[in-house]
């Protein structure tokens, strides 16, 4: 794990407090890296559909960088900063806040975010359950709440969920394009909101609302990349995540990230 990263120092829109900048930076402005190497994580060329920047993460077997050996592995950036350095957590002083960011799924991914059943007959009570540990998670709130696209069923098709919720479109994954995500957290309440756009389209849809309370007395912070259990069967996973930005609006966020302004169908901050 490294911390205390340089912060991006690339021009952000009025109301955005954290961009990152992967074409200026190796580590795009996030305050910390939690990664066995620093090839899994890594810009190889690729853009995103709206030409920006987008960086590589790769995961493989046993890929254990805190040494956990509880059979999780993962490649991960974490905790968003000011352009001073100052890690940013979030709790009820926080308020209203708005993030967005993109990713791309090869034809090939294998996600996977199964129940014990899916592995019978192995007994998964063993060993404190890692015998069947199995999730795909690439964004987190972490504390708080996570993003994940993988199968629930083996073999079923790849699915977006939110805090294992679905989302209302049935959260399918479009393998070999982009998909746009702003999410919308009221720290205070808990209250959120996510929306949802892929490659193509051209306005943001609402894809999930809810209220999840936020923890008392814990600051959470964000986690992006690929969280995900070791019972993977000697997968490697790869993927690609275009800039991801915090911001006061809805409109501030997609400015940044997206260079658009197309804006939502409820066309509401």
């Known amino acids: 794990m490294t911390y205390?990263?340089?912060?991006?120092?690339?021009?952000?829109?009025?109301?955005?407090t954290f961009a990152t900048n992967w074409g200026e930076l190796r580590t795009g402005g996030w305050y910390g890296q939690q990664a066995v190497d620093d090839c899994?994580?890594?810009?190889?060329?690729?853009?995103?559909?709206?030409?920006?920047?987008?960086?590589?993460?790769?995961?493989?077997p046993n890929d254990d960088p805190l040494s956990l050996n509880s059979n999780s592995e993962r490649a991960e950036m974490f905790s968003m900063q000011d352009s001073s350095g100052t890690e940013i957590r979030e709790g009820p002083a926080s308020g209203l806040q708005y993030y967005a960011t993109s990713y791309y799924f090869p034809s090939n991914w294998e996600g996977q975010q199964l129940p014990w059943s899916a592995f019978a007959p192995a007994d998964c009570s063993a060993d404190g359950g890692n015998a069947c540990n199995?999730?795909?998670?690439?964004?987190?709130?972490?504390?708080?709440?996570?993003?994940?696209?993988?199968?629930?069923?083996?073999?079923?098709?790849q699915r977006y969920t939110f805090n294992q919720a679905a989302l209302s479109d049935g959260g399918f994954v479009t393998l070999g394009r982009w998909?746009?995500?702003?999410?919308?957290v009221d720290w205070r309440s808990g209250a959120f909101a996510i929306w949802r756009r892929?490659?193509?389209?051209?306005?943001?849809?609402?894809?999930?609302?809810g209220t999840v309370p936020a923890p008392s007395g814990r600051r959470v912070y964000v986690k992006q990349g690929l969280y995900r259990g070791g019972r993977v069967e000697g997968r490697t996973d790869v993927l690609w995540i275009g800039p991801t930005i915090r911001g006061a609006t809805f409109?501030?966020?997609?400015?940044?990230?997206?260079?658009?302004?197309?804006?939502?169908?409820?066309?509401h901050d």
């Open 134 to 157: 199995s999730w795909s998670v690439v964004w987190q709130f972490y504390g708080w709440g996570g993003l994940a696209a993988a199968q629930q069923t083996m073999g079923g098709p």
């Open 179 to 184: 998909t746009d995500f702003i999410f919308r």
């Open 4 to 16: 205390r990263l340089p912060p991006s120092s690339g021009p952000r829109d009025e109301g955005v």
């Open 251 to 267: 409109s501030a966020v997609e400015r940044q990230a997206f260079g658009t302004r197309d804006g939502r169908l409820d066309d």
């Open 40 to 60: 899994r994580v890594q810009v190889d060329g690729f853009q995103t559909w709206h030409g920006k920047p987008a960086v590589r993460i790769e995961v493989q």
């Open 198 to 209: 892929d490659e193509g389209e051209k306005r943001f849809k609402l894809a999930l609302e």
